[in-house]
């Protein structure tokens, strides 16, 4: 990214999508963020499941005047919720200018995937916002049993999918459980979704400063991913066998060349065809052959991609490692491994 799309980026208002089961505690967030911290100008979008809005009594209170109150009251995310969502904000421009950051409460049911399609491919929005972070509300009290819950073959597992996607975790209600019952959930939560950040919290009680304005939710994520998995990955893979290992929806692959951009595009093309849906995050790191020193980054959502130049090329002698990660169900690192090196540049290809 270039500091003139840096300097554009900085400048769209940043929105942060909080998910989570209903009775976790997102409506106690949203009225600590808006009672006890002057430092912020939020704006609140709700989105409650249901013809009406059972939190609008509760945050307004929060508010200097009910106008400044926005809520969406449908109940079909996928499909109702996407236009209202265009809807409201398109209509909220330029006075949203005047607000430091959005707060989008999903309902307990919701998919964030949806609203981040919409921010990222709708001219009307992506002019004026930017996704920061996806954070889920996680009742330390009763998550286990969501996790748990067993689903018709076809559906997916609300609770999984919201950790899954999740850029912070807000470990809340930890007040109401052991300090063994809060380290297993915390285990629990790294098999899912090593790469989002456990806040504990009581009564919802977040600072500020760690889930809001920090641009989570961006391309060059990969580079911070601790090079300590992708070698605990490799080990797994080699010890399959072993008692303690566990199945996990991350997936973790790593390999040093430069790869072959149509093949690679190929690949991801193919890949996002047959198996968006089981895809719920993805990450990558890319060297390609006749790109010089540029390094490029991507991230994804579903089928949705973004990709690009990272802000720094690779140093002079600097090894060329390719990263991927993938977060979903029913992923074959072996079938991921082979497909994704088979993108590498040889030689004598043409």
Known sequence: MSAKEEEETNTLTPITVV???????????????????????????????GEVSIDDGLVAESLDAPEDLITMDNGCVCCSVRGDLIRTLANSNPPAKKFDAILLETTGLADPAPIVYTVQTNPKISEHYRIDSIVCLADCKHLNQHLDEVKPEGSVNEAQQQVAFADKILLNKIDLVTEEEKTALKDRLKLINQFAVVIETEKSRAPLDKIIGLNSFNMESILTVDPEFFQMEDEDNKNKKNPQSRPSPVRGVQFTGNLHAQWFNVFMMDLLQQRAADL????GLLSFHGQGDTKFVFQGVHEQINFGPAKEPWKEGEERINKFVFIGKNLDKKVLTKSLMECLYKEEAK
């Open 280 to 283: 719920y995050r993805t990450k």
């Open 19 to 49: 998910t989570g089961f209903l009775g976790a505690g997102k409506t106690t967030l949203v009225n600590y963020i808006l009672k006890e911290q002057n430092e912020w100008k939020i704006a609140v979008l709700e989105n409650e499941f």
